[in-house]
């Protein structure tokens, strides 16, 4: 484990001390590391994806205060000049929710409430439950498979396909893009951006074939939805489509990946879901807590200088916000370590918390669902086809996700 030195307990409105994180620690074991500075302090200075500083929060109810407090903004207009921002995007694809506050936060908002009803989500869920089986049936006959290739990766972007609109002909390797983004090649430095502009192309001409020839899905909703005289702007309907791909695909592949890794890797779990497969609702929730597929908020700037913790933080500086940290708090959560698919798990802050919850939870939590219960009731004997040990991560801060899930049926 990273050798993360104790800090002393910081006086209300004082600096932390700077235990310097580096990305690398993190990306080799979150949570004991996690574990190390909750215990050593709420707040530590760290470096982030880029190699720049930012603050990171580590303790359940600072996190969760953090979530509800204005001054944190997600703009990027508050960031003091040369600090950390995260993801680098074009204009036409940052005018999205995650880079918002109110007012335009609370407008956008509103409008695509209006289009991604539950009724539309409701809807997706027998096909939901057609494209888990048909995944399913075509690994059957092997006897093994790799379950983020051939399941838990395919089911996310057949449904944000299908939810979008994007006719079979035209579904590209969305994986290949997000990956990209998410947790980038250092080898291929290029690859991001190529991604971006593939993304660009791909959301201009799908946008303009929704405006010409409207259909039943969430796009062309979202193209004609209105807000009194309001429409959403170009750049503000594509930066929607991307987030809508990047969010509805990238958490939700991990969500299943990890949560399926989490039952195999507690067969007691596994069997006590086996024999009460009422229990699968909260169990989904205490596996998002578990291990979910973010460790880190998205960043915010302070728009004055903040007192998280008892630890002063500057304006303009950027805060992580530990969701690994805080899910693994027993302040919160007694023994958090233990998976136990009957706790309480309620509360977690997997899918955001206040005005920024997560439109397209129900969406997931639904998909979760209906993956594991199909891949139990199908597979009886489920087990791993490597031992833990082997199973390689994801090289990324910003999510956690498995590279591949080889098991045995």
Known sequence: MPNVPPAPAPSPSTAAPHSLVVPEELKADP??????????????????????????????????????????????????????????????????????????????????????????????????????????????????????AAYAGPLPITVICDLLGVPPQDRRDFRSWTDALIAPDPTQPGKAKEAVRTMLGFFTGLIADKRAAPA????????????????????????????????????????????????????????????????????????????????????RFPTEDVVIGGVTVPAGETVLLSLAGAHRDPARFPEPDRLDITRDATGHLALGHGIHYCLGAPLARMETEIALAALIDRFPRLALDVAPEELSWRPSMRSRGLRGLPVRF
């Not at 709420?42 to 190699?51: A, E, F, Q, S, Y």
């Not at 007691?268 to 024999?275: F, G, H, K, M, P």
């Open 31 to 148: 949570y004991g590391v996690y574990a190390r500075l909750r215990e050593a302090g709420p707040v530590h200075r760290i470096k982030g994806t880029d190699g720049l500083p930012a603050w990171l929060v580590t303790r359940y109810e600072d996190v969760r205060a953090a979530f509800a407090d204005p001054r944190l903004s997600l703009d990027k207009r508050h960031a003091a000049p040369g600090g950390y921002q995260g993801l680098a995007l074009p204009p036409a694809l940052d005018a999205n929710l995650l880079n918002m506050d109110p007012p335009d936060h609370t407008r956008i908002r509103r409008m695509v409430a209006r289009a991604f009803t539950p009724r539309r989500v409701a809807g997706l869920r027998e096909p939901v439950r057609r494209t888990a089986d048909a995944l399913l049936d075509a690994v059957e006959p092997h006897g093994h498979a790799d379950l983020i």
């Open 216 to 299: 039943d899905d969430l796009l062309s909703a979202l193209i004609a939805v209105r807000d009194d005289e309001d429409r959403l702007s170009e750049d503000e309907l594509m930066s929607l489509a991307f987030l809508i791909l990047i969010a509805g695909y990238e958490n939700t592949v991990h969500l299943i990946g990890n949560a399926t890794l989490s039952l195999l890797s507690h067969p007691e779990q596994l069997a006590a879901l086996r024999a009460e497969p009422a229990l699968l609702g909260g169990a989904v929730e205490e596996l998002a807590r578990y291990d979910g597929p973010a460790p880190l908020a998205i960043r």
